[in-house]
């Protein structure tokens, strides 16, 4: 996998086709898969849950990256970790107690990630951040695709690079929200290394034209070039 993957969020695919939809992206040249899932609850949205998680495994080896928007977290991870995900990450708003949900994911035998909504403050990574596989920080409020890039991420992006970079280790930086062609090198200068990428794949095109995905996702990667 190279130094930048990219993440479509199956958010923003076709629910009719989602089996094919997923097989075409990856096709299409991405690295993972983006798992959204929302509870009506944490988040003002209601979306998929693990029995579509274990529908999607046996189509692909590529990752499937499950980004829980729940609360309360840790009664659902076990679920996702049966159903095949390999990352899951979470928000800490939504755990108890942070350090335990860590432990269970890695217990369940997935990797482990930190989400950052644009209003939460960075200070919950101070005492756990060596136990993570991945931070993801949301450059949109989570709930719903579609929504536009808040600047200020690439603030945040850049004061956890400089965090990532302090402790040696292998912990990728993710991106989830408004990122498209036309931002992503940007968004990549800050320090992101993965980047969620929903109604810009998804939406790319016409259903038509089978290269869409190939075009736009090729694209990102002449973009991230140049970062």
């Given at each position: 996998?190279?130094?930048?993957?990219?993440?479509?969020?199956?958010?923003?695919?076709?629910?009719?086709?989602?089996?094919?939809?997923?097989?075409?992206?990856?096709?299409?040249?991405?690295?993972?898969?983006?798992?959204?899932?929302?509870?009506?609850?944490?988040?003002?949205?209601?979306?998929?849950?693990?029995?579509?998680?274990?529908?999607?495994?046996?189509?692909?080896?590529?990752?499937?990256d499950v980004h829980l928007m729940v609360k309360p977290v840790d009664r659902i991870i076990p679920d996702f970790a049966k159903a095949g995900a390999n990352m899951i990450t979470f928000h800490p708003e939504a755990?108890?107690?942070?350090?335990?949900?860590?432990?269970?994911?890695?217990?369940?035998?997935?990797?482990?990630?930190?989400?950052?909504?644009?209003?939460?403050?960075?200070?919950?990574?101070?005492?756990?951040?060596?136990?993570?596989?991945?931070?993801?920080?949301?450059?949109?409020?989570?709930?719903?695709?579609?929504?536009?890039?808040?600047?200020?991420?690439?603030?945040?992006?850049?004061?956890?690079?400089?965090?990532?970079?302090?402790?040696?280790?292998?912990?990728?930086?993710?991106?989830?929200?408004?990122?498209?062609?036309?931002?992503?090198?940007?968004?990549?200068?800050?320090?992101?290394?993965?980047?969620?990428?929903?109604?810009?794949?998804?939406?790319?095109?016409?259903?038509?034209?089978?290269?869409?995905?190939?075009?736009?996702?090729?694209?990102?990667?002449?973009?991230?070039?140049?970062?």
């Amino acid at each position: 996998m190279s130094k930048f993957k990219i993440a479509p969020s199956i958010l923003s695919a076709n629910f009719a086709k989602l089996g094919q939809e997923i097989t075409d992206v990856l096709a299409s040249g991405a690295d993972i898969i983006h798992f959204d899932v929302m509870d009506n609850h944490y988040v003002p949205n209601l979306t998929i849950g693990p029995l579509v998680c274990e529908a999607i495994r046996p189509l692909t080896d590529a990752m499937i990256d499950v980004h829980l928007m729940v609360k309360p977290v840790d009664r659902i991870i076990p679920d996702f970790a049966k159903a095949g995900a390999n990352m899951i990450t979470f928000h800490p708003e939504a755990s108890e107690h942070i350090d335990r949900t860590i432990g269970l994911i890695k217990e369940c035998g997935c990797k482990a990630g930190m989400v950052f909504n644009p209003g939460t403050p960075l200070n919950y990574l101070d005492h756990v951040l060596e136990k993570l596989d991945m931070v993801l920080i949301m450059s949109v409020n989570p709930g719903f695709g579609g929504q536009s890039f808040i600047p200020e991420a690439l603030n945040k992006l850049r004061t956890v690079r400089k965090m990532i970079d302090a402790t040696g280790k292998d912990i990728w930086l993710e991106v989830d929200g408004g990122v498209k062609v036309n931002n992503i090198a940007e968004i990549a200068r800050a320090g992101a290394d993965t980047f969620v990428a929903g109604s810009a794949v998804y939406g790319a095109g016409k259903d038509s034209d089978p290269h869409r995905y190939e075009t736009v996702i090729a694209a990102m990667r002449a973009e991230l070039a140049k970062a």
